[in-house]
């Protein structure tokens, strides 16, 4: 166990996918690429709630995937509790994914459905050896079982996936990635396809748990309250890159990007009155492709205050403009 | 999966195939095979056919080429039948310097054509002198066997045949009664014993016998000279113009017991080819679909090469140049059956290689062959089953094939080896249809059995593939 304070470092990292290539560029020996993250550096502090937002395809799923080594980086460094996982043997691998799990956003489709909930948690314990006969298994099923209060957990632990509620499998599922006792958790959205009402409930469970096992997460959303209420920093990704970084009354109450003000305002408010007006968003457009990501700053084709030197110029990089506080964007003192 | 689960399962699946009829037509028919199969031993007429079918002497005393017995129903003149005859009355006689035994077997002649021969089999030791008399309905008594045998201390099998051995007694018997003009144009050599024994006994008795009917009597006697000589346990086999369920072949074979003993070689080839072939083809195009990449396109390359090849000449060369055993014909069906399913399986396995329980197992550090084997495959045994009942009838029917062409294997019985020897024999040309039809319904049957099964299993599986 190293004293690094942070467990987590995300060096630049990069993930493009290449595009099926035409006759003519097989001849030309060219490759397009699919710039799903495009140098994206962070650090998460041991026992922090790391908020990762951005809307559909910016590629905060892929970052996510990349830390979980789920996909190969196809550059930049990632560091681990002091170690460089960027690339891993099968014996370094597996001792990774005991560190670190992940819980998905659709809690049916992350469970075989045909497993009960005592053989989808067993499954982490006979890969990884964990547990020598089948009963010190499933004592430990109902630890962590108990852990993310699914109780009584021996009514729980024979029902299949679809005879548990959206609430009930996602604690399923943060069950499971608890009983290796990983280090970290990277919960992509898990809380995005839960009704409302059951929202909260699961997020307090999650912090309750992260204080009781001094875990660190890094959540993956779109959804700007959740992660105000849920996270100890928050990065907003916006095509393969941060563009603003920080605690979240910064980045929320007092963002300096454009991208970031707008995903604020876009957020629903249920207030009497405001509900049914539809909000003006003062960006334009859609997200650009990523294969084909604008020049200079990558936001300026939907950035009102972009002026010319934004996209003649080089693209702005990340800089701590308050204590904490990090922004990509070369106009922030103006807007 | 547990035992109550499976009930569960196999309970919800049994209550949908239930309402599918072609299917328990299917199942039903399966039923049958399989009783066929369990009761074998008692359901066939001749127990040593599965192991000297090919032995001619098993068969000598049947009738060659025969119809089946029941067509008797559809004709106005009645054909006989073939029958044994194994109870007799036994008397034995002291006459100092030796012995006589005499068994009595009584005959109720009912038919309007005569058997084939009287063929008469005793277990004889020493050297006995077997005499057979004949005792018609009208009194007659004619003597149409006398012969000593010397059997040696060991008891043996003796077989008298009254065809060949009796022609000239029974034509000298026949002379007293035919007219002059009728023995011309009859030869001495070419006159069917048996017509003139169950004939009536007046002009005609060798041109135009007309059948005598009624109890007749079949004495044999042996005459025993010594105390080591002697006879036991005779019996007398008449066969007739007519034979058996099925009737029999030209080499007096009787084709009910090869059919019966076919069934469990179809189900056997069927069965164990369609397993084989159907567990790779799932595994492959399985492991196909999840490897990706260019393992995938070099996987479905080598998968192409063995759909090109065309099976049936393969396997005659294979046939031709090996022993052909029923074994080598299940690899070598296997072999290339397998390719059936791949397609099909790659693409499911495309899809659910993309269900996110299938990342988070990855996520979870699962290995391949683990998430190969036990989250794939057991999604796609559903299907498994349903195309390995589509994979029975092909097998079978291949089996048939190879054998038709003569390159089966000979140790066993299967149908195709029946229409193969009927097809050499001729059996069309000379409207042997019982040769013909019976074997070639077994294997419609058996194929329409399972592809009955096959298809209503696929309706009700098919729309559970989807995961959810």
């Known amino acids: ?335 | 999966m547990k035992l109550a689960e499976m009930r569960e399962s196999f309970n919800d699946f049994w209550s949908e195939f239930k309402k599918e009829k072609t299917g328990v037509i299917g199942l039903i028919f399966f039923a049958i095979f399989l009783f066929i199969v369990i009761f074998e031993p008692f359901l066939l007429p001749f127990e040593d056919a599965n192991t000297r079918w090919r032995d001619i002497s098993y068969w000598e005393d049947w009738p060659k080429s025969a119809p089946p017995a029941w067509t008797n129903w559809f004709t106005s003149e009645k054909k006989s039948v073939t029958g044994t005859l194994t109870e007799y009355s036994e008397s034995s006689q002291d006459m100092g310097a030796m012995v006589m035994k005499e068994f009595v077997f009584e005959y109720d002649y009912q038919y309007d054509d005569a058997p084939n021969d009287i063929i008469i089999h005793g277990d004889a030791s020493g050297q006995p002198i077997v005499v057979v008399n004949i005792v018609r309905p009208d009194g007659e008594e004619i003597e149409v066997f006398q012969s000593a045998y010397n059997a040696g201390e060991r008891t043996k099998d003796i077989r008298i045949s009254i065809d060949n051995s009796s022609r000239s007694t029974i034509y000298n018997f026949a002379k007293k009664y035919e007219s002059s003009e009728n023995l011309s144009n009859v030869k001495q050599g070419l006159i069917k014993t048996t017509n003139g024994i169950f004939s009536k006994a007046q002009e005609g008795i060798l041109r135009y016998p007309e059948p005598l009917k009624g109890e007749y009597q079949i004495k044999v006697t042996a005459i025993l000279r010594d105390e080591t000589d002697n006879m036991a346990s005779p019996y007398i086999v008449l066969p007739g113009k007519v034979s058996g369920v099925l009737g029999t072949d030209s080499q007096k074979r009787d084709i009910w017991t090869g059919v019966l003993a076919g069934v469990k070689w179809a189900l056997l080839i069927g069965i164990l080819t369609a397993i084989v072939s159907v567990s790779i083809g799932v595994i492959y195009g399985v492991i196909s679909a999840y490897l990706g990449g260019w393992k995938d396109a070099l996987m479905q390359r080598i998968f192409e090469v063995f759909v090109s090849v065309p099976l049936l000449p393969v396997l005659i060369v294979l046939s031709a140049v090996f022993e052909p055993s029923i074994w080598m014909m299940v690899v070598l069906m296997a072999m290339f059956f397998w390719t059936g399913s791949v397609k099909t399986v790659r693409s499911m396995a495309m899809q659910i290689k993309e269900e996110t329980f299938i990342e988070a197992s990855r996520a979870l550090g699962a290995s391949n062959f683990r998430i190969i084997f036990k989250h794939m495959v057991p999604i796609l045994i559903p299907y498994s089953f349903s195309s390995m009942a589509l994979f029975i009838p092909r097998a079978v029917v291949y089996e048939a094939s190879i054998s038709l062409l003569g390159l089966g294997d000979s140790q066993i019985v299967t149908w195709g080896q029946i229409l193969s020897d009927a097809l050499n024999s001729g059996a069309v040309l000379n409207g042997l249809w019982w040769w013909v039809v019976p074997p070639g319904l077994a294997i419609a049957f058996m194929g329409m059995a399972f592809a009955f099964i096959g298809f209503s299993m696929d309706k009700i599986l098919h729309p559970k593939l989807r995961t959810r």
């Open chain 1, 1 to 335: 166990m190293s004293n690094n304070k942070y467990l987590v470092e995300v060096e630049n990292l990069q993930k493009w996918f290449p595009t099926r290539r035409t006759m003519g560029e097989v001849f030309k020996g060219q490759q397009r690429y699919v710039k799903a993250v495009d140098g994206v550096s962070f650090k998460i502090e041991r026992g922090e709630i790391f908020g990762l937002v951005g809307e559909s395809g910016c590629g905060k799923t892929t970052t996510g995937k990349l830390i979980m080594k789920l996909l190969d980086p196809t550059g930049g460094k990632l560091i681990f509790d002091a170690d460089d996982v960027t690339h891993l043997d099968k014996v370094g691998l597996d001792t990774y994914r005991q560190n670190v799990q992940m819980v998905f956003q659709d809690p049916y489709a992350s469970m075989n459905p045909r497993f009960r909930l005592r053989d989808v948690l067993e499954e982490p314990l006979i890969i990884h050896k964990k547990g020598g006969t089948k009963a010190e298994r499933m004592e430990m099923v109902k630890k962590a079982l108990n852990e993310v209060r699914l109780q009584p957990p021996e009514e729980f632990m024979v029902r299949f996936p679809h005879m548990l509620s959206g609430g009930q499998r996602q604690r399923g599922a943060t069950a499971r990635s608890l009983i290796l006792n990983p280090k970290m958790i990277v919960a992509d959205e898990p809380v995005s396809m839960i009704d409302l009402s059951t929202r909260a409930e699961i997020l307090h469970m999650m912090k309750t748990v992260q204080r009781e096992l001094n875990l660190t997460y890094l959540y993956i959303t779109h959804d700007l309250s959740t992660a105000r209420y849920f996270t100890d920093k928050i990065a907003v990704m916006y095509l393969g890159k941060i563009v603003e970084m920080g605690v979240p009354n910064d980045v929320i109450d007092n963002s300096f990007h454009p991208y970031t003000k707008a995903l604020i305002t876009a957020v629903c408010e249920p207030i009497a009155g405001k509900v049914n007006r539809i909000k003006e968003v003062p960006i334009k457009g859609e997200v650009p492709s990523a294969e084909n990501i604008p020049q200079g700053c990558r936001f300026h084709p939907r950035c009102p205050y972009a002026i010319k030197e934004c996209w003649e110029k080089e693209e702005p990089v990340l800089e701590e403009v308050e204590k904490g506080h990090f922004v990509a964007c070369r106009r922030y003192k103006e807007i």
